[in-house]
């Protein structure tokens, strides 16, 4: 199930990119705002209503 939601974040992020997001994905963003998270996208993540405040207290880890 997980590896589904990461799929499905990394689809949105192109729709994104293409900006042809539509309303059921951004309640998806929202829905799995913990995963959202974790992957580290700052587009996901403003999608999904995620505050400055959560993304600082958010230990992301990074590959860098």
Aim: glycine share 4%; proline share 2%.
């Amino acid at each position: 199930m997980i590896n589904n939601i990461k799929d499905e974040l990394k689809r949105i992020s192109k729709e994104i990119e293409k900006e042809e997001i539509s309303y059921s994905e951004i309640f998806f963003l929202q829905e799995h705002k913990a995963e959202v998270l974790q992957m580290g996208d700052v587009r996901l993540a403003e999608w999904a209503g995620i505050t400055e405040e959560e993304w600082n207290k958010q230990e992301l880890d990074l590959p860098f």
